[in-house]
Protein backbone atom coordinates (compact mmCIF):
# COMPACT_ATOMS: atom_id res chain seq x y z
CA UNK A 1 0.00 0.00 0.00
CA UNK A 2 1.94 2.94 -1.08
CA UNK A 3 0.31 6.35 0.39
CA UNK A 4 0.92 10.31 -0.29
CA UNK A 5 -1.52 12.83 1.66
CA UNK A 6 -3.97 15.16 1.56
CA UNK A 7 -3.34 18.44 2.07
CA UNK A 8 -6.53 19.61 3.30
CA UNK A 9 -7.97 22.57 1.23
CA UNK A 10 -5.13 23.48 -0.68
CA UNK A 11 -3.55 21.61 -3.57
CA UNK A 12 -0.53 19.90 -2.77
CA UNK A 13 1.25 22.39 -5.54
CA UNK A 14 0.23 25.32 -3.28
CA UNK A 15 2.15 24.24 -0.57
CA UNK A 16 5.57 23.55 -2.15
CA UNK A 17 5.97 27.36 -3.38
CA UNK A 18 5.57 28.25 0.49
CA UNK A 19 7.69 25.68 1.69
CA UNK A 20 11.24 25.18 0.39
CA UNK A 21 12.25 21.71 -0.55
CA UNK A 22 15.67 22.28 1.69
CA UNK A 23 16.53 21.16 5.24
CA UNK A 24 15.74 17.49 6.57
CA UNK A 25 12.57 15.05 5.51
CA UNK A 26 11.77 12.18 4.85
CA UNK A 27 10.36 11.45 1.37
CA UNK A 28 9.15 7.81 2.19
CA UNK A 29 8.59 5.68 4.77
CA UNK A 30 8.10 1.87 5.30
CA UNK A 31 6.95 0.09 8.04
CA UNK A 32 7.03 -3.50 8.43
CA UNK A 33 5.67 -5.74 10.72
CA UNK A 34 5.36 -3.39 13.47
CA UNK A 35 3.19 -3.67 15.96
CA UNK A 36 0.06 -2.91 14.32
CA UNK A 37 1.72 -2.74 10.85
CA UNK A 38 1.70 -5.74 8.69
CA UNK A 39 3.47 -3.48 6.17
CA UNK A 40 2.61 0.54 5.45
CA UNK A 41 4.59 2.89 2.85
CA UNK A 42 3.93 6.54 3.17
CA UNK A 43 5.26 9.30 0.59
CA UNK A 44 5.84 12.30 1.73
CA UNK A 45 6.64 16.39 0.69
CA UNK A 46 8.79 18.05 3.53
CA UNK A 47 6.15 19.49 4.55
CA UNK A 48 4.48 18.70 8.51
CA UNK A 49 2.60 16.15 8.55
CA UNK A 50 -0.67 15.28 10.64
CA UNK A 51 -1.51 11.81 11.64
CA UNK A 52 -5.19 11.94 13.04
CA UNK A 53 -7.49 8.49 14.30
CA UNK A 54 -9.20 7.30 16.90
CA UNK A 55 -7.40 5.45 19.64
CA UNK A 56 -5.71 2.48 18.91
CA UNK A 57 -5.71 3.18 15.17
CA UNK A 58 -1.85 3.10 15.19
CA UNK A 59 -0.54 6.80 15.13
CA UNK A 60 1.96 6.72 18.15
CA UNK A 61 3.52 3.30 16.15
CA UNK A 62 4.33 5.37 13.18
CA UNK A 63 6.34 8.12 15.54
CA UNK A 64 8.03 5.42 17.44
CA UNK A 65 8.51 3.74 13.87
CA UNK A 66 10.58 6.65 13.26
CA UNK A 67 12.18 7.12 15.96
CA UNK A 68 14.06 4.12 15.42
CA UNK A 69 15.94 5.63 12.54
CA UNK A 70 17.75 7.69 15.28
CA UNK A 71 20.45 5.88 17.99
CA UNK A 72 18.73 4.61 21.08
CA UNK A 73 15.33 2.34 22.07
CA UNK A 74 13.08 4.66 20.63
CA UNK A 75 10.23 6.90 21.69
CA UNK A 76 8.77 3.76 24.39
CA UNK A 77 12.24 2.45 25.47
CA UNK A 78 10.40 -0.95 24.46
CA UNK A 79 11.98 -4.62 24.30
CA UNK A 80 12.88 -5.32 20.40
CA UNK A 81 10.96 -8.42 20.06
CA UNK A 82 7.68 -6.58 21.63
CA UNK A 83 7.49 -4.22 18.68
CA UNK A 84 6.90 -7.58 16.55
CA UNK A 85 3.25 -7.55 14.97
CA UNK A 86 1.23 -10.34 16.64
CA UNK A 87 -2.05 -11.46 15.68
CA UNK A 88 -3.97 -12.51 17.64
CA UNK A 89 -3.70 -16.72 18.14
CA UNK A 90 -0.69 -16.85 15.77
CA UNK A 91 3.02 -17.28 16.58
CA UNK A 92 4.94 -14.12 16.76
CA UNK A 93 5.83 -13.24 13.49
CA UNK A 94 9.13 -12.24 10.96
CA UNK A 95 11.12 -9.14 13.25
CA UNK A 96 9.98 -5.58 12.78
CA UNK A 97 12.26 -3.76 10.00
CA UNK A 98 11.86 0.55 9.24
CA UNK A 99 13.13 2.04 6.37
CA UNK A 100 13.11 5.69 4.95
CA UNK A 101 14.43 7.87 2.62
CA UNK A 102 15.95 10.78 4.03
CA UNK A 103 16.52 14.09 2.25
CA UNK A 104 19.26 16.38 3.77
CA UNK A 105 20.97 19.39 2.81
CA UNK A 106 23.50 16.84 1.10
CA UNK A 107 21.24 14.71 -0.73
CA UNK A 108 18.83 11.92 -0.35
CA UNK A 109 20.00 8.85 2.14
CA UNK A 110 18.60 5.77 2.64
CA UNK A 111 18.42 4.46 6.44
CA UNK A 112 16.75 1.25 7.79
CA UNK A 113 16.59 -0.70 11.23
CA UNK A 114 15.25 -3.84 12.48
CA UNK A 115 15.37 -6.00 15.14
CA UNK A 116 17.73 -8.74 14.28
CA UNK A 117 16.42 -12.15 13.78
CA UNK A 118 19.81 -13.96 13.99
CA UNK A 119 21.86 -14.72 17.07
CA UNK A 120 23.57 -11.90 19.26
CA UNK A 121 27.08 -13.49 19.02
CA UNK A 122 29.36 -13.58 16.10
CA UNK A 123 29.53 -12.48 12.60
CA UNK A 124 28.66 -9.41 10.82
CA UNK A 125 25.35 -8.27 12.31
CA UNK A 126 26.92 -8.37 16.17
CA UNK A 127 29.35 -5.67 15.61
CA UNK A 128 26.63 -3.81 13.76
CA UNK A 129 23.98 -3.67 16.06
CA UNK A 130 24.07 -2.53 19.99
CA UNK A 131 22.89 -4.79 22.14
CA UNK A 132 19.96 -4.07 24.05
CA UNK A 133 19.98 -7.18 26.73
CA UNK A 134 20.08 -10.28 24.18
CA UNK A 135 18.34 -8.03 21.61
CA UNK A 136 20.15 -6.47 18.63
CA UNK A 137 19.12 -3.80 16.32
CA UNK A 138 20.49 -3.84 12.72
CA UNK A 139 21.23 -0.34 11.28
CA UNK A 140 21.41 0.05 7.51
CA UNK A 141 23.11 3.37 5.49
CA UNK A 142 22.54 3.65 1.98
CA UNK A 143 22.08 0.30 1.88
CA UNK A 144 24.83 -1.13 3.68
CA UNK A 145 25.42 -2.84 7.58
CA UNK A 146 26.61 -0.03 9.50
CA UNK A 147 28.68 -0.41 12.34
CA UNK A 148 26.37 1.16 14.87
CA UNK A 149 23.47 3.55 15.66
CA UNK A 150 25.61 6.20 15.47
CA UNK A 151 25.50 6.13 12.30
CA UNK A 152 21.97 7.03 11.90
CA UNK A 153 22.70 10.20 13.83
CA UNK A 154 24.96 11.04 11.59
CA UNK A 155 22.34 11.34 8.58
CA UNK A 156 19.46 12.07 10.50
CA UNK A 157 17.94 13.96 14.04
CA UNK A 158 14.81 13.05 14.95
CA UNK A 159 13.47 14.19 19.03
CA UNK A 160 9.83 13.40 20.65
CA UNK A 161 7.59 14.86 22.73
CA UNK A 162 5.32 12.13 23.93
CA UNK A 163 2.60 12.34 26.76
CA UNK A 164 4.50 9.80 29.03
CA UNK A 165 7.17 12.41 29.50
CA UNK A 166 4.52 14.05 31.22
CA UNK A 167 6.14 13.06 34.13
CA UNK A 168 9.62 13.92 32.94
CA UNK A 169 10.87 16.40 35.70
CA UNK A 170 9.26 14.69 38.27
CA UNK A 171 10.62 11.25 37.94
CA UNK A 172 14.68 10.22 38.22
CA UNK A 173 16.64 11.97 36.58
CA UNK A 174 17.47 8.71 34.15
CA UNK A 175 14.76 10.29 31.55
CA UNK A 176 16.21 13.64 31.72
CA UNK A 177 19.78 12.42 31.13
CA UNK A 178 18.18 10.69 28.39
CA UNK A 179 16.12 13.55 26.50
CA UNK A 180 19.13 15.48 26.89
CA UNK A 181 21.48 13.18 25.03
CA UNK A 182 18.59 13.32 22.51
CA UNK A 183 19.55 16.93 22.36
CA UNK A 184 23.46 16.92 22.19
CA UNK A 185 23.09 13.92 19.58
CA UNK A 186 21.86 16.58 17.03
CA UNK A 187 25.14 19.07 17.64
CA UNK A 188 27.43 15.47 18.17
CA UNK A 189 25.98 12.59 16.59
CA UNK A 190 29.53 10.83 18.18
CA UNK A 191 27.72 11.79 21.70
CA UNK A 192 25.55 7.80 20.99
CA UNK A 193 28.84 6.08 20.95
CA UNK A 194 30.40 7.73 23.43
CA UNK A 195 27.07 7.12 26.02
CA UNK A 196 27.45 3.19 25.11
CA UNK A 197 31.10 2.85 25.50
CA UNK A 198 30.32 4.80 28.71
CA UNK A 199 27.87 2.47 29.75
CA UNK A 200 29.66 -0.46 28.57
CA UNK A 201 32.58 0.07 30.98
CA UNK A 202 30.51 1.11 33.88
CA UNK A 203 28.35 -2.25 33.56
CA UNK A 204 31.80 -4.31 33.27
CA UNK A 205 33.70 -2.61 36.20
CA UNK A 206 30.68 -3.51 38.05
CA UNK A 207 30.50 -6.47 37.38
CA UNK A 208 34.50 -7.54 37.71
CA UNK A 209 33.65 -5.95 41.28
CA UNK A 210 30.51 -7.88 42.16
CA UNK A 211 32.56 -10.84 41.46
CA UNK A 212 35.32 -9.97 44.01
CA UNK A 213 38.25 -11.25 41.68
CA UNK A 214 38.51 -9.03 38.90
CA UNK A 215 41.87 -8.26 37.47
CA UNK A 216 42.80 -5.09 38.32
CA UNK A 217 44.64 -4.00 35.49
CA UNK A 218 41.31 -4.98 33.61
CA UNK A 219 39.50 -2.97 35.93
CA UNK A 220 41.92 0.00 36.09
CA UNK A 221 41.78 0.23 31.91
CA UNK A 222 37.67 0.07 32.21
CA UNK A 223 37.68 3.00 34.70
CA UNK A 224 40.17 4.57 32.40
CA UNK A 225 37.72 4.04 29.67
CA UNK A 226 34.84 5.88 31.67
CA UNK A 227 37.25 8.65 32.84
CA UNK A 228 38.10 9.58 29.31
CA UNK A 229 34.18 9.21 28.22
CA UNK A 230 32.71 10.32 31.22
CA UNK A 231 34.34 13.57 31.00
CA UNK A 232 34.03 13.90 27.00
CA UNK A 233 29.82 13.01 28.13
CA UNK A 234 29.75 16.04 30.72
CA UNK A 235 31.72 18.64 28.18
CA UNK A 236 29.17 17.75 25.12
CA UNK A 237 26.04 18.03 27.61
CA UNK A 238 27.45 21.31 29.49
CA UNK A 239 28.29 22.61 26.33
CA UNK A 240 24.76 21.77 25.09
CA UNK A 241 22.87 22.92 27.63
CA UNK A 242 24.74 26.22 27.36
CA UNK A 243 24.18 26.62 23.94
CA UNK A 244 20.02 25.91 24.73
CA UNK A 245 19.86 28.59 27.06
CA UNK A 246 21.06 31.52 24.93
CA UNK A 247 18.33 30.03 22.13
CA UNK A 248 15.72 29.72 25.08
CA UNK A 249 16.71 33.09 26.04
CA UNK A 250 16.52 34.74 22.29
CA UNK A 251 13.12 32.89 22.44
CA UNK A 252 9.85 35.27 21.60
CA UNK A 253 5.68 33.84 22.25
CA UNK A 254 3.73 31.99 24.38
CA UNK A 255 6.42 29.49 25.22
CA UNK A 256 7.81 30.18 28.85
CA UNK A 257 11.57 31.05 29.18
CA UNK A 258 13.88 28.23 31.25
CA UNK A 259 16.43 28.56 32.84
CA UNK A 260 18.61 25.12 32.68
CA UNK A 261 20.89 23.71 34.94
CA UNK A 262 23.69 20.57 34.54
CA UNK A 263 23.94 19.17 38.35
CA UNK A 264 26.64 16.42 38.83
CA UNK A 265 30.59 16.45 39.66
CA UNK A 266 31.94 15.85 36.68
CA UNK A 267 30.16 18.95 35.46
CA UNK A 268 31.54 20.63 38.41
CA UNK A 269 35.07 20.02 38.23
CA UNK A 270 34.93 21.07 34.29
CA UNK A 271 33.37 24.41 35.23
CA UNK A 272 36.35 24.67 37.50
CA UNK A 273 39.19 23.51 35.26
CA UNK A 274 40.54 21.93 32.28
CA UNK A 275 39.25 18.48 30.90
CA UNK A 276 42.35 16.64 31.69
CA UNK A 277 42.43 17.61 34.87
CA UNK A 278 38.90 15.98 35.32
CA UNK A 279 39.49 12.78 33.83
CA UNK A 280 42.10 12.38 36.62
CA UNK A 281 39.86 12.91 38.93
CA UNK A 282 37.41 10.62 37.86
CA UNK A 283 40.16 7.75 37.51
CA UNK A 284 41.30 8.73 40.95
CA UNK A 285 37.67 8.96 42.36
CA UNK A 286 36.86 5.97 40.71
CA UNK A 287 40.03 3.57 41.58
CA UNK A 288 39.17 5.05 45.30
CA UNK A 289 35.80 3.81 45.65
CA UNK A 290 36.37 0.62 44.44
CA UNK A 291 35.03 -1.22 47.57
CA UNK A 292 31.87 1.21 47.98
CA UNK A 293 31.06 0.21 44.38
CA UNK A 294 31.39 -3.47 44.65
CA UNK A 295 28.79 -3.39 47.62
CA UNK A 296 26.47 -0.63 45.80
CA UNK A 297 26.83 -2.47 42.39
CA UNK A 298 27.60 1.04 40.72
CA UNK A 299 29.93 3.84 40.72
CA UNK A 300 29.38 6.43 43.50
CA UNK A 301 29.73 9.20 40.59
CA UNK A 302 29.97 9.79 37.14
CA UNK A 303 28.26 11.28 34.28
CA UNK A 304 25.62 8.41 34.76
CA UNK A 305 24.33 10.47 37.48
CA UNK A 306 24.05 13.77 36.34
CA UNK A 307 20.81 15.94 36.24
CA UNK A 308 19.08 18.01 33.90
CA UNK A 309 17.22 20.96 35.94
CA UNK A 310 14.70 23.48 34.57
CA UNK A 311 13.33 26.17 36.10
CA UNK A 312 10.08 28.18 34.52
CA UNK A 313 11.93 31.80 34.49
CA UNK A 314 8.88 33.95 35.28
CA UNK A 315 7.18 32.12 38.17
CA UNK A 316 11.02 31.35 39.45
CA UNK A 317 9.78 27.79 40.20
CA UNK A 318 11.49 24.58 39.95
CA UNK A 319 9.79 22.74 36.79
CA UNK A 320 9.02 19.75 38.76
CA UNK A 321 6.54 21.80 40.66
CA UNK A 322 4.71 23.65 37.46
CA UNK A 323 1.49 22.62 36.35
CA UNK A 324 1.56 20.03 34.24
CA UNK A 325 0.55 22.40 31.11
CA UNK A 326 3.19 24.30 31.95
CA UNK A 327 5.82 21.12 32.01
CA UNK A 328 4.61 20.68 28.93
CA UNK A 329 5.03 24.17 27.48
CA UNK A 330 8.67 24.10 28.83
CA UNK A 331 9.59 21.17 26.99
CA UNK A 332 8.04 22.42 23.43
CA UNK A 333 10.67 25.64 24.58
CA UNK A 334 13.46 23.31 24.95
CA UNK A 335 12.46 21.80 21.56
CA UNK A 336 12.02 24.81 19.67
CA UNK A 337 15.26 26.36 20.90
CA UNK A 338 17.29 22.44 19.82
CA UNK A 339 15.20 23.11 16.62
CA UNK A 340 15.92 26.85 16.18
CA UNK A 341 20.19 26.07 16.74
CA UNK A 342 19.98 23.10 14.64
CA UNK A 343 18.53 25.30 11.70
CA UNK A 344 21.16 27.92 12.13
CA UNK A 345 23.88 25.03 13.04
CA UNK A 346 23.44 21.87 10.44
CA UNK A 347 21.18 23.97 7.72
CA UNK A 348 18.16 21.86 9.16
CA UNK A 349 15.33 21.45 11.61
CA UNK A 350 15.63 17.96 13.06
CA UNK A 351 12.08 15.57 12.89
CA UNK A 352 9.89 16.61 15.55
CA UNK A 353 7.43 13.98 16.81
CA UNK A 354 4.95 15.61 18.80
CA UNK A 355 2.45 13.09 19.88
CA UNK A 356 -1.01 14.55 21.07
CA UNK A 357 0.99 17.58 21.71
CA UNK A 358 -1.77 19.62 19.92
CA UNK A 359 -4.43 18.76 22.18
CA UNK A 360 -2.79 19.82 25.05
CA UNK A 361 -2.05 23.15 24.20
CA UNK A 362 -4.52 26.33 24.28
CA UNK A 363 -5.37 27.77 21.30
CA UNK A 364 -2.68 30.45 21.16
CA UNK A 365 0.20 28.22 21.93
CA UNK A 366 -1.19 25.83 19.50
CA UNK A 367 -0.66 28.35 16.99
CA UNK A 368 2.48 29.31 18.28
CA UNK A 369 3.84 26.22 17.75
CA UNK A 370 2.58 25.71 14.53
CA UNK A 371 4.11 29.32 12.94
CA UNK A 372 7.22 27.84 14.57
CA UNK A 373 7.16 24.77 12.54
CA UNK A 374 6.47 26.47 9.61
CA UNK A 375 9.16 28.90 10.32
CA UNK A 376 11.25 26.39 10.75
CA UNK A 377 10.70 24.39 7.92
CA UNK A 378 10.72 21.27 9.83
CA UNK A 379 9.22 18.37 9.41
CA UNK A 380 6.83 18.00 12.30
CA UNK A 381 4.95 14.74 12.77
CA UNK A 382 2.00 15.91 14.76
CA UNK A 383 -0.79 13.44 16.26
CA UNK A 384 -4.04 13.84 17.58
CA UNK A 385 -8.02 12.17 17.84
CA UNK A 386 -9.09 15.47 16.76
CA UNK A 387 -8.55 16.70 13.34
CA UNK A 388 -10.19 20.60 14.31
CA UNK A 389 -7.01 20.52 16.68
CA UNK A 390 -5.21 20.81 13.40
CA UNK A 391 -7.00 23.26 11.34
CA UNK A 392 -4.36 26.02 11.49
CA UNK A 393 -2.22 24.04 9.95
CA UNK A 394 -4.57 23.42 6.79
CA UNK A 395 -3.15 23.80 3.30
CA UNK A 396 0.52 24.07 4.92
CA UNK A 397 0.65 20.31 6.38
CA UNK A 398 -0.07 16.94 4.78
CA UNK A 399 -2.47 15.22 6.24
CA UNK A 400 -3.15 11.30 7.00
CA UNK A 401 -5.70 9.03 8.98
CA UNK A 402 -4.84 6.31 10.57
CA UNK A 403 -7.52 3.39 11.27
CA UNK A 404 -6.93 0.25 12.51
CA UNK A 405 -3.41 -0.41 11.52
CA UNK A 406 -3.69 1.38 8.06
CA UNK A 407 -2.67 5.16 7.00
CA UNK A 408 -4.28 6.87 3.99
CA UNK A 409 -4.87 10.33 2.91
CA UNK A 410 -7.45 11.86 5.54
CA UNK A 411 -9.82 13.17 2.91
CA UNK A 412 -10.65 9.94 1.69
CA UNK A 413 -12.67 7.25 3.27
CA UNK A 414 -11.14 4.16 3.54
N1 LIG B 1 3.42 -5.99 18.88
C1 LIG B 1 2.19 -5.61 18.51
N2 LIG B 1 1.52 -6.30 17.55
C2 LIG B 1 0.30 -5.91 17.14
N3 LIG B 1 -0.35 -4.84 17.64
C3 LIG B 1 0.27 -4.11 18.59
C4 LIG B 1 1.56 -4.44 19.06
N4 LIG B 1 1.91 -3.55 20.00
C5 LIG B 1 0.89 -2.68 20.10
N5 LIG B 1 -0.09 -3.00 19.25
C6 LIG B 1 -1.39 -2.32 19.04
O1 LIG B 1 -1.20 -1.19 18.23
C7 LIG B 1 -2.40 -0.43 18.36
C8 LIG B 1 -2.13 1.01 18.05
O2 LIG B 1 -1.36 1.59 19.08
P1 LIG B 1 -0.94 3.14 19.07
O3 LIG B 1 -0.33 3.39 20.38
O4 LIG B 1 -0.15 3.47 17.86
O5 LIG B 1 -2.37 3.84 18.96
P2 LIG B 1 -2.71 5.38 18.83
O6 LIG B 1 -3.34 5.59 17.51
O7 LIG B 1 -1.53 6.19 19.16
O8 LIG B 1 -3.83 5.52 19.95
P3 LIG B 1 -4.07 6.63 21.11
O9 LIG B 1 -4.88 7.72 20.46
O10 LIG B 1 -4.86 5.88 22.11
O11 LIG B 1 -2.76 7.08 21.60
C9 LIG B 1 -2.95 -0.72 19.73
O12 LIG B 1 -4.24 -1.29 19.59
C10 LIG B 1 -2.01 -1.75 20.29
O13 LIG B 1 -2.65 -2.76 21.01
MG1 LIG C 1 -1.03 7.35 20.74
Excluded at 128 to 146: F, I, K, P, Q, T
Excluded at 247 to 272: N, Y
Aim: glycine letters at 12%; hydrophobic letters at 45%.
Amino acid sequence: MLISAAWGDAEPGAVSHVRTEAGLWLNRLLVTQFRCYAQAELRLAAAPVVLTGPNGAGKTNLLEAISFLSPGRGLRGARLSEIDRRTPGAEAGSPWAVAATVMTPEGPRDLGSGRDPGQASGGHSSEAANASGRERRLVRVDGAAARGQQALAEVLSVVWLTPQMDGLFREGASGRRRFLDRLVYGFDPEHSARCNAYEHALRERARLLKSGHGDAAWIASLEDSMATRGVAIAAARLATVERLQRACDEAEGPFPKADLGLEGAVEDWLRGGPALAAEDRLREGLAARRRQDAESGGAGFGPHRSDLTATHRSKGIAAELCSTGEQKALLIAILLAHARLLTLERGAAPLLLLDEVAAHLDAARRAALYQEIIGLGAQAWLTGTDAADFDGLQGRAQFFAVNDGAVGPAAAAF
